[in-house]
């Protein structure tokens, strides 16, 4: 057996188990997308337009410019959610099946983010809610 047969044969076995170690953490990254996914999902399909109802009826003036933003994208989740769920989890199902973990990982920071956007935007109209409660023009 030549050297080069040698370093071939340890690097396989190397790589087997890097892969073998990795999995569970990959079966772990799949399962928090989903969840992510989810959270997202149902919050921009079941509650959103209830808060732009509510807004609407409280006619508080001009809403800014996030909180229309995540409206608009909401319709769009409501009115394509039969494109949304199998792209999601057509990306979920390649993502683990290619094990990029990168890429899960940035999905997953994005799915944080738009958590924490959704969340900012529907609260942002609550200053002027306050504002008119309380008599300030």
């Known amino acids: 057996m030549t050297d080069g047969e040698v370093n071939a044969d340890l690097k396989a076995l190397v790589d087997q188990e890097v892969e073998r170690r990795l999995r569970p953490l990959t079966v ?9 996914g989810v959270k997202v999902f149902s919050y921009m399909v079941f509650d959103v337009p209830k808060l732009k109802q509510m807004y609407d009826e409280m006619d508080i003036g001009e809403l800014p410019t996030a909180t229309k933003l995540l409206f608009t994208i909401s319709k ?9 769920i199998p792209l999601f989890l057509g990306l979920v199902i390649w993502l683990q099946l290619k ?21 900012e935007a ?15 023009p």
């Open 122 to 136: 529907a609260m942002m109209p609550w200053f002027k809610i306050i504002d008119k409660l309380s008599g300030h």
């Open 76 to 84: 769009v989740f409501v009115n394509g959610w039969f494109i949304a």
């Open 28 to 36: 772990v990254m799949t399962l928090i997308l989903l969840y992510y």
């Open 99 to 119: 094990q990029k973990r990168v890429a899960q990982a940035v999905f997953i920071f994005l799915l944080m983010v738009a958590t924490s956007f959704q969340v």
